[in-house]
């Protein structure tokens, strides 16, 4: 495990993938075959159709399964840096973790964006916490498929979220994130997009994920983060992202975003056959 403390001053940390291998091929070429595949097979099929969006939701789990739903919004982002909004699966570290120094993958490196980080570091909430992001996956399987869209050239900041109880307090947290990312954003030269990592429902009927899952994704589309949080904690629906998806939500429409959009939704029984307990995956855009 990377121990900053034996970093050398003017040394750059590096994150080396921790999911490589299990979520996606560790090969480089095996794994540039395997993205493709994402865009051009079963659930994908997705051509090439860049569109202007100011944030997106996309599914993290392995590629086997919901890489092709990835794929329909990663056919339409457009080149620019990256804030990204993932989960924080393990009980380690700071409630809202901002990861730094470079991030390898097996397609290459890619670095945080020191400035932009460091502007978002004057929100309260976030602290530099790169120990949380070691183990993480929800950031992680997002990045080969921008290196496969646009090379190495781009940088991002990661954001782990540890998800609390959908709250009325958990909530406002979301939202001072949300203002705080759309402020820094406003003020670069240069084009960001944020993204949310989520799956949706985890674990439950195939009939049931699409019921509950479309019912939940009405109120990100329509933009409305109370609602979201809502119907969350009413049906107890286990968006493990539900905290990202809130803050990409109020940070999108701070941007002048009006409306989201979904493209595809699928679960894991539709890829295996296995209907009986599914996870639930969407992709989204938000205009």
């Avoid at 985890?202 to 809502?230: C, M, N, R, T």
Wanted: hydrophobic share 35%.
């Amino acid at each position: 495990m990377l121990n900053i403390l034996d970093l050398q001053e003017g040394e750059t940390m590096i994150r080396p993938p921790a999911v490589a291998g299990m979520f996606y091929e560790i090969d480089p070429e095996r794994l540039k075959k395997q993205i493709k595949g994402c865009f051009t097979r079963g659930l994908g099929k997705e051509k090439i159709q860049e569109q202007s969006f100011k944030a997106c939701v996309a599914p993290h789990a392995g590629y086997l399964y919901s890489g092709p739903i990835a794929a329909h919004v990663y056919s339409r982002i457009k080149k620019a840096n990256y804030i990204i909004l993932g989960s924080n699966h393990h009980p380690i570290g700071n409630k809202y973790a901002m990861g730094s120094g470079e991030w390898k993958t097996p397609l290459g490196g890619v670095k945080v964006n020191k400035k932009v980080a460091e502007q978002l570091m004057k929100c309260p909430l976030l602290k530099n916490d790169p120990i949380s992001h070691q183990p993480e996956h929800s950031i992680e399987v997002q990045l080969p498929f921008l290196q496969y869209r646009f090379g190495n050239d781009f940088s991002f900041v990661p954001i782990a979220i540890s998800n609390d109880y959908p709250s009325r307090d958990f909530l406002e947290e979301c939202r001072i994130l949300g203002e705080a990312i759309a402020d820094v954003i406003k003020k670069q030269k240069d084009d960001w997009i944020v993204i949310a990592s989520s799956d949706f429902s985890h674990y439950v009927p195939y009939e049931y994920a699409y019921q509950i899952d479309k019912w939940v994704i009405e109120s990100i589309v329509g933009l409305d983060e109370e609602e979201f949080f809502s119907r969350v904690q009413e049906r107890d629906v286990s968006v493990c992202g539900f905290g990202g998806i809130a803050v990409c939500m109020v940070a999108a429409k701070k941007l002048g975003s009006k409306k989201g959009e979904l493209l595809k939704y699928a679960t894991s029984g539709d890829v295996i056959g296995d209907k009986n307990s599914v996870v639930g995956y969407g992709s989204i855009i938000i205009k």
